[in-house]
């Protein structure tokens, strides 16, 4: 049991005791008031005998009192006014326990028997005052009573006088207990206290032995500059203080004994050289870091000339810091860095202490970091940062020499269709790939660069427009060839723009955005070619931008417009559902095709927000149609989605809000979309169409044919209607093979419960064919063209749709 344990022990006891006197006290007052609420019944009770005994007190000296006892009438009223007046209830009884007077009446003449224990015939016998408690069926918690005897004037046992003083009891008990509330508290209030005092106290001493205990414990660790507070004039405080005198002198003799072995273990640990030169310049002193760093010992420094050991000090040792090449006995060499300064003693110098350091492993380390901010971390190639620089340099040297030199921007066509199927760590190895074969195809000085992800840029030197074009071509070869990857072949191909004679524009910058600007250029002309920039090039760039910005606030300026295009049932050609299709009102170039905007929506993520719009668009008006004339409203809307929106995980979402929005039926919605899309991840895009079919939506395979072209998969991909490609369709009059072809499609389509739809009818005869083959859905210019949804409307509503 430690002190703090022991001290709260004893105060704890000390309220222990409080607690006792307190239940004492309580206790006796408690007996006290019992005792004198007894002693105060029973003297009433024996006035009561006396005044039926020896009668009430008379009014005149000559009158005889008259005994109530006698009196059964007076008795009566000498009771009931007692009750009345006093709150007391009164039971007389004769010697054989009869009762004489009660104040319940119907009791005079019954045996009194309520006293379990005989306490009535005991107090007759002996003359003794007694209580009891008398229990009865009325009063189960019983009635305090005391019964005294009642004697004649001449002193005959006359009976006994019970009275009830329960009353009395309450009432006396009452003041008893306010009493012992104030004991209560007052001994809660001193507990508490005591309690409070000694927890302070216990806290007090325990803390400031805990302090000492534990500066105890650092001093046997060896830190002699702890010290305790020496508060108090106690015993605790001159321990304190006696304390802290032992630990200063511990402290001075501590370190009087470390400061010679300190210096000797910093100089032998040192991780640096240390070398100790006299005043004729030979090595006094070495440590062991400077025998390991010039690679002969401590014992091959010493006398030896420090000037033949140091590199570039030849000339004698000056003050300062210096760098050299250090070479070993071994053979090996490192890079040191040394510090010389000067000792002197009474302003006269003896001698020199040199510092060596080995600044190989950090000289190498700046390289690296040097190459990593220069390089990239992938291919090992040129990064931007580097490329620029050396385009700078060139063209600084193009323009004072007059010597051509040209840039090739270079992007991989098909990169990104790698790096999903196969994975990121095939496409860095095709990266790593293509580096390698772009450096085997071009001049040994001439600059390959990765510029980010699968962009490359080459700096050409001393070429002109022949030698140019040659390597153009060299890399588009290069890179032609299939690559083996993870034991698969992929086949990539590489668009290129070039900026010949490059010294005649500003900077590296221009240059290079110009080259940008021309492998762009290279793309949209059908890829796998170079491009040689040309100033419209930079125009039309601009213009693309323009057309950009203007593009992304179309849909919030209402500058959209949705059309649609019929889709005719076969063979009467009336209309039954229509296709969904935009335009974009653009404010500078009037209404724009499709073709002129969605490539650019696609690339920028833009066709997100356009499919939405044209989703809630296209459920909105054909709804509002239905609602107007059903009669010639479609009985359903093709809406077209992109491959962006596939991939969205909110999707079925977005559907299920346009549909509540707009109220039309799930089973009047179409979603197409095309065969190349649907086949990216049939697992993933087989689940989020079954999502979507839950709805009650329908989908649309649309351009079929122009994909991956497998029948197959109209069994595992989820789908409701077939479109076949418009160039199925060209060209299927005449044409015995592509009539077969398209016949057998149309009959796989009904055989799998899919409704096909033929898309680009332009003639007749197209149509005919169509409607022989079994074709019950068509669509196309010659069964009519998209039109605003309004111009339809009306139409439809003035005529039938006829071929």
Not at 20 to 28: G, S, V
């Amino acid at each position: 049991m430690n002190v703090r344990q022991k001290l709260l022990g004893g105060y704890l006891l000390v309220a222990l005791l409080l607690v006792a006197t307190a239940f004492i006290a309580w206790h006796a007052d408690n007996a006290s008031a019992e005792k004198a609420a007894a002693e105060e019944a029973e003297q009433l009770a024996i006035g009561v005998a006396a005044d039926i005994g020896y009668g009430l007190p008379v009014s005149t000296q000559d009158a005889i009192p008259i005994p109530l006892y006698y009196s059964q009438t007076g008795l009566a009223n000498y009771l009931q006014r007692m009750h009345e007046t006093q709150h007391r209830d009164v039971v007389v009884v004769d010697a054989a326990r009869y009762i004489l007077g009660d104040v319940i009446q119907e009791n005079v003449g019954d045996i009194f028997d309520h006293d379990t224990g005989n306490e009535v015939s005991k107090t007759m016998e002996d003359g003794v005052a007694r209580v009891f408690v008398e229990t009865s069926v009325d009063y189960p918690e019983g009635i305090k009573q005391v019964v005294v005897p009642m004697r004649s004037g001449a002193g005959a046992m006359l009976g006994a006088v019970i009275l009830e003083y329960t009353p009395l009891y309450d009432q006396m008990m009452a003041g008893a207990k306010r009493a012992q509330k104030i004991i209560l508290a007052s001994s809660a209030v001193a507990l508490l206290l005591v309690l409070l005092i000694g927890w302070l106290v216990a806290g007090s001493v325990t803390r400031r032995i805990s302090a000492l205990t534990s500066a105890v414990r650092v001093i046997r660790s060896g830190d002699y500059s702890h010290r305790v507070t020496t508060d108090g004039r106690d015993e605790i405080g001159t321990l304190a203080r006696a304390f802290n005198s032992m630990a200063e002198q511990l402290e001075r003799s501590a370190r009087e004994i470390l400061a010679k072995e300190y210096t000797d273990s910093i100089l032998a640990n040192a991780g640096e050289g240390i070398c100790g030169v006299d005043s004729t310049g030979r090595i006094v002193f070495a440590n062991e870091a400077a025998g390991r760093i010039t690679g002969v010992g401590v014992s091959g420094l010493l006398q030896r000339e420090a000037t033949t050991l140091l590199p570039e000090a030849a000339g004698g040792l000056t003050v300062g810091n210096r760098e050299g090449r250090l070479q070993r006995p071994d053979g090996t060499a490192v890079r040191v860095e040394y510090t010389v300064s000067t000792i002197e003693k009474e302003d006269r110098p003896i001698g020199a202490v040199v510092v060596l350091r080995d600044v190989s492993r950090q000289r190498a380390l700046e390289y690296d970091l040097r190459h990593q901010a220069l390089h990239d971390g992938l291919t090992g190639l040129p990064n931007r940062k580097l490329l620029l620089d050396r385009l700078e340099h060139a063209l600084t040297r193009s323009r004072a020499a007059g010597e051509e030199i040209a840039v090739l921007y270079l992007d991989l066509d098909g990169f990104k269709r790698v790096n999903d199927s196969l994975g990121h760590n095939a496409g860095d190895t095709l990266l790593r790939t293509a580096a390698e074969r772009l450096t085997g195809v071009l001049r040994p000085h001439d600059t390959v660069a990765r510029l980010g992800g699968d962009e490359f840029a080459v700096l050409l030197e001393a070429a002109g427009l022949s030698v140019v074009e040659a390597l153009a071509r060299a890399c588009l070869d290069a890179l032609a060839r299939p690559f083996l990857l993870h034991h698969r072949e992929a086949v990539v191909t590489v668009s290129i723009g070039v900026v010949p004679d490059a010294a005649q524009y500003t900077d590296a910058d221009e240059v290079l955005r110009n080259a940008d600007v021309a492998m762009y250029a290279a793309k949209d002309e059908g890829k796998n070619r170079f491009m040689i920039f040309e100033n419209r090039m930079h125009e039309q760039l601009l213009s693309r931008i323009d057309q950009e910005t203007r593009l992304r606030e179309a849909v919030g300026r209402g500058e959209l417009r949705l059309y649609l295009q019929p889709v005719a049932g076969l063979p009467d050609g009336r209309m039954h559902g229509a296709e969904a299709l935009v335009r974009w009102q653009d404010p500078q170039r009037g209404l724009q095709q499709p073709g002129s905007f969605i490539p650019l929506a696609e690339e920028t993520g833009m066709i997100i927000e356009i499919d939405r719009w044209m989703l809630r668009e296209a459920c909105r008006v054909v709804r509002q149609w239905q609602d107007l004339n059903p009669r010639t409203a479609p009985a359903f809307v093709s809406v077209n989605l992109s491959a962006a929106h596939l991939e969205l995980a909110d999707l079925t979402e977005q559907v299920s809000i346009a549909l509540a929005e707009t109220g039309l039926s799930p089973h009047c919605l179409v979603l197409e979309l095309t065969e190349t899309v649907l086949m990216r991840d049939v697992a993933v895009t087989s689940a989020r169409l079954e999502e979507l079919r839950q709805l009650g939506v329908k989908i649309a395979i649309d351009d079929f044919g122009t994909g991956y072209s497998s029948l197959g998969y109209l069994r595992d991909i989820p789908v409701d209607v077939l479109k076949i490609d418009r160039s199925f369709i060209t060209g299927l009059v005449g044409n015995g093979r592509q009539q077969e072809l398209v016949s057998a499609v149309i009959q796989l389509g009904h055989t799998l419960g899919l409704r096909v739809v033929a898309e680009g009818i332009e003639d007749s005869d197209q149509l005919t064919l169509l409607t022989v083959m079994g074709c019950k859905f068509a669509q196309g210019y010659f069964l009519g063209r998209p039109e605003p949804a309004a111009t339809l409307y009306e139409r439809l509503n003035a005529e039938v749709l006829t071929p």
